[in-house]
């Protein structure tokens, strides 16, 4: 199926646009480089000037290593720009900009609202504006459909406007932009099909959706769908503990029934920039249609305590070596919110970190990937594990894995500390009795 679909696009390449992305981060940048990349002159528009001249000095930026950008910006097909007036020459304005929580855990849409705002200014009559942004639901129609309508340029006649949203899977060797469907759906018959179009240059299969509100939900039910899926197994792990068990052996029991059941599996708390983020915006919008959403808010709570339930985990261990919480030295290992990448933001180690530190142990770090992890405002650089406490793991009382890369050395980590506890039950193949899962 892939295949013929790169054949046929192999045979019948779409016409080349002038493509302009906003936001080149961790969801723009890789949009913008499989859109130059299908033969689109694409030009990146940020309001981040260091980022700008590092992707046009073709370095490695945003999870996009270099080789890929230096290709793209060599033959011309990628440049970055910080300035807005590439909306006006473009036929398709891609937007993709932050759209984070607050730190009451409420949708900060100001970045989204600025990115529309700065559209609306320059884009010309007969573009298409696709909006990939993860967003409450009613917000293309809000910030781009409305206020054009408003304005006099008839959606769907005049302008085009269309919601497409991402499915990055950071660090996945087999899901790529190009290779995973992509949704869309238009304010307007017209737009779906110039939208649907234009995706399909891009990626192999564009999914059209019945409205822009289908689709913007559709996303924010994706992410959440597998936070509620791990927030009921962190709680599971919970009781599996009281019961002597390991979770995972359940959940692989449970996974045998052969239709029905998707495994999901518990760890230290739920990171990253879209799961535990998406959750927040459907509960927004549910908020925004007077309902509440008991599901999702008992889902953050069970997964809140998990960083109380891995400091008990360790607080037991530790007392069967005759040790107690209070001075013991322990390092936390894989501050990333995933393995093998070095993105931090909502790592569950910040919390692991700050619970362990209010139980009285003494707390170093360590990411092969990642330089440091910020806690209460302040940098924690990652330490070397062969060197002495400390600044290492060698002498330390308990190493407490949040994250498993790959790339870390687990039977030597087990050889310099006292107990190893793996939240992840990600490490019993390296087969040492000092390993213990959560
Ligand atoms: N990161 C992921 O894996 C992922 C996956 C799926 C969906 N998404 C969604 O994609 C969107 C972007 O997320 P991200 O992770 O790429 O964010 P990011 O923080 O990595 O990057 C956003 C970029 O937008 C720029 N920016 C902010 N305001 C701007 C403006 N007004 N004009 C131009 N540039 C501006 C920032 O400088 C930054 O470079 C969000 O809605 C997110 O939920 C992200």
Redesign the pocket.
């Known amino acids: 199926m892939f295949d013929s679909e790169i054949e046929r696009k192999a045979v019948s390449p779409a016409p080349s646009k002038r493509v302009c992305v906003?936001?080149?981060?961790?969801?723009?940048l890789p949009t913008a480089t499989a859109i130059a990349a299908a033969g689109h002159r694409t030009t990146g528009?940020?309001?981040?000037a260091a980022?700008v001249a590092s992707i046009n000095a073709g370095h490695a930026t945003?999870g996009i290593p270099a080789a890929a950008i230096t290709t793209l910006i060599d033959d011309g097909s990628l440049i970055a720009t910080t300035d807005a007036a590439a909306i006006a020459r473009a036929e398709v304005i891609l937007i993709?900009?932050?759209?984070p929580i607050d730190s009451e855990g409420r949708p900060n849409e100001v970045?989204v609202e600025?990115?529309c705002e700065?559209v609306l200014e320059h884009v010309s009559d007969g573009a298409l504006i696709v909006m990939?942004?993860?967003?409450v639901p009613g917000s293309t129609r809000r910030l781009l459909v409305d206020p054009l309508n408003a304005a006099g340029r008839k959606v769907g006649e005049d302008i085009f406007v269309a919601f497409s949203?991402?499915?990055?899977n950071?660090g996945d060797a087999v899901f790529n932009v190009s290779n995973t469907t992509k949704l869309v759906a238009g304010a307007t018959d017209a737009c779906l099909e110039r939208g649907r179009e234009f995706v399909a240059s891009f990626v192999s299969t564009a999914m059209p959706v019945a409205s822009l509100e289908t689709a913007e939900l559709a996303k924010l039910v994706e992410n959440t769908f597998r936070f509620i899926n791990i927030s009921f197994v962190n709680e599971l792990a919970v009781l599996c503990d009281r019961f002597g068990v390991n979770a995972w052996d359940v959940i692989r029991a449970a996974e045998t029934k052969p239709f029905a059941f998707m495994a999901h599996f518990p760890g230290p708390g739920i990171g990253g920039?879209?799961i535990p983020?998406s959750p927040r915006y459907l509960q927004a919008a549910a908020e925004r249609k007077g309902l509440v959403s008991d599901v999702i808010a008992a889902s953050f709570r069970a997964t809140g305590r998990m960083a109380g339930h891995v400091s008990d985990r360790l607080a037991a261990l530790l007392a069967e070596r005759g040790r107690v919480m209070t001075g013991a030295r322990v390092i936390v290992v894989g501050l990333a919110y995933k393995p093998d990448i070095a993105d931090t933001r909502h790592s569950p180690a910040v919390a692991v970190i700050r619970e362990l530190e209010s139980r009285g142990a003494e707390v170093v770090v360590h990411d092969p990937l990642a330089t440091g992890i910020i806690v209460n405002g302040v940098l924690r650089p990652s330490m070397p594990l062969d060197r002495v406490w400390p600044a290492g793991a060698v002498g330390a009382d308990a190493a407490v894995v949040i994250t498993p890369h790959s790339s870390i050395d687990y039977s030597a980590l087990a050889g310099r500390v006292g107990v190893v506890l793996d939240t992840r039950n990600a490490l019993g193949w390296v087969g040492s009795d000092r390993i213990v899962s959560l």
Do not use: W
């Open positions: 906003i936001g080149l981060g961790f969801a723009g528009l940020d309001i981040d980022k945003s993709s900009v932050p759209t970045p600025r990115a700065t990939q942004c993860t967003v949203p991402e499915r990055i950071p920039d879209c983020v």
